[in-house]
């Protein structure tokens, strides 16, 4: 049996304890919104928080995450209260397809959750293990540095949970 | 050039067409023209057509006949839809609509399909008349409901206006169900549009950024079981026997079946059935494709090259022309196998029971996966219901539905909802490709800088074939089955005398204005499934073209962007598109060591031009800038069409600089990201976006950005180094 908190709630699960993270948090919590593209860590469309980190949940078991906490895109903000970046999302019409932006999203906000004010660098080098097939890097760009440079920026030191 | 049309009764016809995109024309001749629309049963709802459905509360839903891959289609034709009936984009409720012969589409005969760069162009008319004749209903029950003269009434935002008072549509919806509802409403002057032309938030863009929106992998059904599949090392491979004991005994594992492409395992988790996949034992009957490596194409390809070939075009003497002209070159290309590696592997739930069955995928064609499974399952098609979803990508991929038969073939074996997902290995290494290509460029100059004469050649496999061959049983389910497999197999040798395949050639040879042409093809298949890849064949043909030309303008002593406005004088869009970005390139100051490269293409009736600038670093490209120009027409969501080109070109720039597949004994050698990489943020360039202004009729934007970035690249390589790079994706010696 193992135990951790996911966005917010604690949860308990009895698979096997090499399962990765992302299909216990898909096939058996039903949350739907972190997606499968590698398998591998290669890709970054598994991205969730684990203690604030962005992790690649396709090759973290789940034994990993025995007693932490666990935040997903759905933990992080929802229609009704986005988070600054999911805004900023909106606003700048970044998904094409949409697939990955879940998992860019949760590595951008534990960027910023970091380092508020990223150069262009910054945001390279935290992002390159996302890939967009689409080709949305641009706008993922221009919309994690609009967040960065206004004034919301203060709240995005504290993890948002559910 | 030509497309075959399947009409119910199996009888085929051949008619002419231009290459691109799907080519099927279906004809259902009084087959589901009768059949239930599949919208929301809704009370009290109105819903005079196919996509429009009001409710009282004034709710207003578009059912989306096109499939959203990311192209943007939800958020254009939604606009098509606003305009003439009056309704801010913003305020409706987008359905990706099911199966049904009212969702076909008009570039492809009516078959139900999303691809070619087609939607915005297919439908512009049909959807703005569709607004325009549910507004005047409305204003027509409005009238009687008022008491008020039909001339007095005017609209706004989906609200009736009389005086100072504003109704909403809803109030009218029970007396305009009792009207009859007209056909031929005039559509509003370009002048007057509110919505066409201007930028807002593209509509899928709240469910996208929120882990909301559903794609086929997301798909829950009470009691579903998931399968995996165990798959051939080499295309085409069928399994002779298989051992699943060792597999049957693991945790949650309950049937391992046979399906059409190898043996599938169902467990009650998604990573139940695939560790258990891994303790099948499959002994495959291979196909001759099991010889075949990437050396081997490439040689075949070589010597296929001094065969006459199969004309394409002809004009002029090409003989004479090329003893005559000034300058003569002469040049072969390679462009090679390339997976379209969506980020959202294939997948599909189906759910057969005794005399109904339900699918859910996100898929390019909704009435193809319906077809499949009555196919498959033995049902009637008006029992089968095809629930669409959003695409995580397509791309050309998610044409082709082996993923819907698989799970169909489970779900009868198992008596279970399935949910069958692809790994990322399945997709790179067992799916359908765009197919290699060599091709041969021999062209003169004369002493004005005016092309004299251009004489191509291409040598691969034909990809409308393939497609037509894994798409027919999804066209023709109600056939007996034997019926179906004397059709596939018919057409399958049908096809091996198939002479040229317009996608096979096209944009090789038609944008400059050229007195002596001829254009031949060699077909060679070793096997390896094809398919429709982002923008086709003008994937690998612009490539080859654009890098021709600037080795041509060299030649004759001029610069590359005047060689080219000197010879379109035929094509006074494409060469606007030429002056516009030559204007922009004069003014682009390059970074010290950046050079410049140009290139330009039309393909899907969109004419584009890119400049890329490029340095040379340790021997890696990076491309730092790409200004993109643009004309498709008027420009339906401008911000939509800029987003279209710059992911057109980082696609293209993935095929540019790191797309390749081998073949190793007939199997891709690649299998996921690590070694079949794409280009990532810190690799991507700055894309400058020009959309020129334009009142004709409006033309795609999904794939003609894709064409011209490859040669620009090359071009601009071909600056910085000195180094004529002819093959992709482009390595330096």
């Known amino acids: ?147 960065a440079d206004s004034n919301t920026v203060s709240d995005l030191a504290t993890e948002v949970s559910s | 050039m030509s497309t075959l049309n399947y009409s119910r009764r199996g009888f085929l016809r051949a008619s002419g067409v231009a290459g691109g995109g799907l080519v099927v024309g279906f004809s259902l001749s009084g087959c589901g023209g009768d059949t239930a629309l599949p919208l929301k049963d809704l009370p009290d709802s109105f819903a005079p057509n196919a996509f429009i459905q009001i409710t009282p509360d004034n709710v207003v839903r578009f059912y989306c006949p096109r499939d959203e891959m990311g192209q943007g289609v939800t958020t254009g034709l939604t606009t098509l839809v606003a305009e003439d009936l009056d309704v801010d984009p913003s305020a409706f409720v987008v359905e990706l609509a099911g199966a049904h012969p009212d969702y076909g589409n008009p570039d492809f005969g009516g078959m139900q399909g999303t691809g070619g760069s087609t939607s915005i162009k297919a439908h512009y008319q049909q959807l703005r008349q569709a607004g325009a004749d549910v507004r005047a209903v409305i204003l027509d029950a409005a009238a009687k409901d008022l008491g008020v003269a039909r001339s007095e009434l005017s609209t706004a935002n989906g609200h009736v206006v009389v005086g100072d008072s504003r109704h909403p549509y809803g109030n009218f919806v029970a007396t305009a169900a009792t009207l009859t509802v007209p056909q031929d409403t005039p559509l509003k002057a370009p002048a007057d549009f509110q919505y066409i032309g201007t930028d807002f938030p593209r509509l899928d863009g709240m469910s996208k950024s929120t882990g909301t ?269 034997g019926v179906v497999d004397w059709v596939v197999g018919f057409a399958d040798s049908a096809f091996e005398g198939w002479v040229v395949d317009g996608t096979s050639v096209e944009g090789l040879y038609e944008d400059y204005d050229t007195p002596n042409v001829q254009v031949s093809h060699v077909t060679r298949d070793h096997g390896v499934p094809l398919t429709f890849w982002r923008s086709v064949g003008h994937s690998y043909t612009a490539f080859a073209k654009e890098v021709m030309m600037d080795q041509l303008a060299e030649v004759a002593g001029m610069d590359p962007v005047e060689f080219r406005l000197n010879n379109l004088d035929s094509k006074p869009r494409l060469k606007n598109v030429v002056r516009i970005a030559g204007e922009h390139m004069a003014a682009m100051q390059p970074a010290p060591g950046h050079a410049l490269g140009f290139a330009a293409h039309s393909s899907f009736s969109t004419d584009v031009a890119e400049v890329a600038e490029v340095s040379v670093e340790n021997g890696q490209i990076r491309v730092h800038r790409v200004l993109c120009v643009v004309d498709c027409g008027i420009a339906i969501n401008p911000d939509v069409i800029k987003a279209q080109m710059e992911g057109s070109v980082i696609f293209g720039l993935t095929a ?31 894309v400058e976006v020009v959309i020129v202004a334009s009142d004709a009729a409006p033309t795609g934007v999904g794939e003609p950005g894709l064409p011209p970035i490859a040669p620009a690249v090359a071009n601009a390589v071909y600056r910085a180094t000195s180094q004529r790079l002819t093959e992709l994706p482009l390595r330096l010696a």
């Open chain 2, 656 to 686: 540019a600089l790191y797309g390749d597949l081998d073949l190793d004994q007939g199997a891709i050698r690649q299998s996921n990201f690590h070694d079949y990489p794409m280009v990532r943020m810190n690799e991507a360039p700055e």
């Open chain 1, 1 to 147: 049996m193992i135990e951790f908190e996911l966005n917010g709630r604690p949860v308990t699960t009895d698979e096997d304890p090499a399962t990765p993270l992302l299909w216990a948090v898909r096939d058996t919590f039903k949350l739907k919104g972190s997606k499968y593209g590698c398998g591998a860590g290669l890709c970054g469309a598994c991205t969730m928080h684990v203690d604030g980190q962005a992790v690649r949940t396709c090759v973290l078991p789940i034994s990993a995450v025995a007693g932490k906490s666990v935040t997903t895109i759905e933990g992080l903000g929802t229609p009704d209260d986005l988070h600054p970046l999911q805004s900023a999302w909106v606003e700048y019409s970044v998904p094409q397809c949409g697939y990955c932006q879940s998992g860019q999203i949760m590595s951008a906000a534990a960027l910023l959750a970091t380092n508020a004010a990223p150069s262009e660098q910054d945001v390279d080098a935290a992002m390159a293990g996302n890939i967009c097939r689409c080709g949305c890097y641009p706008r993922i760009k221009q919309a994690i540095l609009a967040v």
């Open chain 2, 213 to 481: 929106a559903v794609y086929g992998i997301d798909v829950d059904v009470a009691g579903m079981h998931h399968a995996v599949v165990v798959r051939a090392p080499v295309a085409g491979g069928r399994v002779k026997s298989f051992n699943a004991d060792a597999a049957l005994s693991m945790p949650g594992v309950t049937d391992v079946v046979e399906v059409v492409t190898g043996v599938a395992v169902v467990a009650e988790k998604y990573w139940q059935a695939t560790q258990a996949a891994k303790q099948v034992d499959v002994d495959w009957e291979l196909p001759a494709l099991v010889d075949v490596s990437t050396a081997r194409v490439k040689a075949d390809y070589q010597a296929a090259l001094q065969e006459e070939g199969e004309e394409a075009a002809a004009e002029g003497d090409v003989t004479t022309a090329l003893a005559q002209s000034a300058h003569v070159l002469r040049n072969e290309f390679w462009a090679p196998y390339l997976a379209h590696a969506p980020m959202e592997p294939m997948n599909a739930v189906v759910w057969v029971r005794e005399n109904e069955a339900d699918v859910w995928s996100g898929t390019q064609g909704p009435g193809v996966a319906q077809g499949l499974v009555a196919r498959y399952a033995g049902l009637d098609t008006e029992n089968v219901r095809s629930h669409q979803t959003y695409l995580g990508g397509g791309f050309g991929r998610r044409a082709t539905l082996h993923n819907v038969i698989e799970a169909t073939q489970a779900s009868v074996a198992t008596n279970k909802p399935i949910h069958l997902l692809w790994s990322r290995e399945d997709d790179i290494r067992n799916g359908v490709y765009r197919p290699a290509s060599m091709m041969q460029i021999e062209a003169g100059v004369d002493d004005n800088g005016k092309l004299n004469v251009w004489a191509a050649k291409r040598v691969g496999g034909n990809i409308t074939p393939e497609t037509l061959k894994n798409a027919l049983p999804g066209y023709l389910p109600g056939m007996p089955a």
